[in-house]
């Protein structure tokens, strides 16, 4: 992309309604803009990096044998009231009635509705397990929305939901998912320590939040520090094997991990004193298994290899997508501006021009385009005609994680400077040089799975 051809409206103000860094940035990098109270716009940056956090998601969904969908936003009341959940949801439901004066919502999350389609389609154990996922968006008319897109009303979310025969089978379900989403944040170059949660208006036994630390968090945690020295990294996952997703359950869930809904401060107590904490969080996604709340009350039935009807067991599992930006974002930035970890950002590398016009800066630029296209990578090219100090705030503020600064002195010597935005390390490289480096760093992040 040519910066001179893109939307990029960055604010060289720092907007005043902004009380947090991920809020802030994002408002003067260009990426969102408010619509209404907890509405936004998502400019073509911050678009970007929602599709790249979606495709994340899906990969790493589709990886663990869960199977995409989409269902619509508008719901009608009748399946909330035949669940309860219609009243029960108070004033964060956002009612609206049709033309024929029917009771219509707009979906704050889809149980009612994906057990709906399960009970119309699926009749038999034999189609069992099964889960089905989609990303959506929700409203829920939350009474203080803030912090941008962190507590949206209108937001984007992955929620997914199992059916399964027996709890041995939901509870592997549940497993499968909490690896999942382990290896999805990761992959967003982000830590999220599942802890032990309360299941609030879902319903249900066994719950799991995710939490990123950071000082802007709404919920306060208390861990076991040493929760924070496991990471799943590189290492294989046989989604199909039970007995390796427990084990990799029990290793991210043992320790002490709670929001303060959960805490005991007995069993923290029981923690060495030098490595409890407590700290600040930010929830990116949870995980629920609810036994056949759901599947009793809407009537989801399968017959069993016995021949009797039996409810399934369900659980839910959802991630803040949109939420996840501002978290990511919470957790890399600096005074300067954003610092998009590889696995997310919204072009690989930024192209700064120092003399636009100078015809052999200008051609050296082009080749360097041209060729970071060729593999597969997505520039973005500051080719106005500015003054570097602005080119370069620019490209700061926006925060790719690699710039290539492109100016006559150095392609005198044939070189041009390869910076890291996260240390501000250069490197001077021969462009064909700066090409490789650049496909090597990135070869880690690319997909491989076809997204739906
Ligand atoms: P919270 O406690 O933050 O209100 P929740 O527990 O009600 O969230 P869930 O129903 O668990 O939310 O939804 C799944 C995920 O959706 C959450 O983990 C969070 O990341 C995201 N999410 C929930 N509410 C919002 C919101 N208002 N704006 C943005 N993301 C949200
Ligand atoms: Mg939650």
């Known amino acids: 992309m040519r910066l001179s051809r893109y939307f990029l409206p960055v604010l060289k103000e720092t907007p005043s309604e902004a009380q947090i860094a991920s809020h ?13 109270a907890g509405i936004y716009s998502w400019l073509p940056l911050g678009f970007k990096v929602l599709r790249k956090l979606e495709n994340i ?43 024929h004066d029917r009771d219509m919502l707009f979906g704050p999350t889809n149980e009612e509705m ?40 209108e937001f984007l979310m992955k929620d997914g ?49 995710f939490l990123v630390l950071a000082d802007t968090g709404e919920s306060e945690v208390f861990y076991d520090s040493a929760v924070t020295d496991i990471r799943l990294g590189a290492r294989d996952i046989d989604y199909d094997n039970v007995d390796q997703c427990q084990a990799v ?17 007995a069993v923290f107590n029981a923690v060495p004193e030098e490595r409890r904490r ?6 990116v996604g949870q995980i629920f298994y609810f036994g056949t709340k759901y599947s009793d009350a809407m009537g989801a039935t399968v017959q069993g290899p016995d021949g009797k009807s039996v409810p399934v067991h369900m659980g839910s599992h959802g991630i803040g997508v949109s939420r996840l930006i501002g978290a990511i974002i919470e957790a890399n930035h600096d005074e300067n501006g954003i610092i998009w970890p ?39 090219y500051d080719d106005r005609n500015e003054r570097a100090g602005g080119k370069f705030a620019t490209m700061d503020l926006v925060g790719l994680p690699w710039r290539l600064t492109v100016g006559p002195r150095g392609l005198k010597n044939g070189v041009v400077e390869l910076t890291s935005r996260r240390t501000g390390e250069s490197t001077e490289l021969s462009l064909d040089e700066a090409v490789s480096k650049l496909a090597e760093i990135y070869a880690p992040h690319r997909s491989d799975i076809a997204h739906p």
């Not at 802030?24 to 209404?36: D, E, H, W």
């Not at 359950?249 to 401060?265: N, P, Q, V």
């Not at 407590?278 to 929830?283: F, L, N």
Request: with cysteine; aromatic share 8%; proline share 4%.
């Open 278 to 283: 407590s700290a600040r969080g930010i929830e």
């Open 57 to 99: 998601v899906h990969e790493e969904q589709i990886r663990a044998g869960h199977i995409p969908m989409l269902m619509p936003t508008l719901q009608s009341a009748d399946l909330w009231k035949e669940s309860g959940r219609y009243d029960a949801y108070g004033p964060e439901m956002l009612r609206i009635r049709d033309r």
């Open 161 to 209: 939901y199992n059916f399964d025969l027996t709890k041995e089978d939901a509870l592997h379900a549940y497993n499968r998912h909490l690896v999942a989403y382990l290896r999805t944040y990761e992959r967003m170059g982000l830590q999220a320590i599942p802890m032990r949660a309360d299941s609030g208006p879902i319903g249900g036994d066994d719950t799991h939040e």
């Open 114 to 153: 994906i057990t709906d389609i399960f009970r119309s389609h699926v009749s038999s154990y034999k189609d069992l397990p099964l889960t089905l996922y989609h990303i959506q968006w929700k409203f829920r008319d939350e009474v203080r929305p803030r912090f941008g897109v962190m507590r949206g009303r």
């Open 249 to 265: 359950m029990e290793e991210f869930t043992s320790l002490y991990a709670r929001t303060d809904e959960t805490h005991d401060e």
């Open 24 to 36: 802030r940035l994002m408002l003067r990098a260009g990426m969102i803009k408010q619509a209404s």
């Open 342 to 380: 590889e696995g997310v950002t919204p072009f690989h590398c930024g192209i700064v021009n120092l003399k636009q016009g100078d015809a052999e800066t200008d051609a050296a630029c082009e080749t360097l385009y041209a060729a970071l296209v060729k593999q597969g990578l997505e520039p973005l």
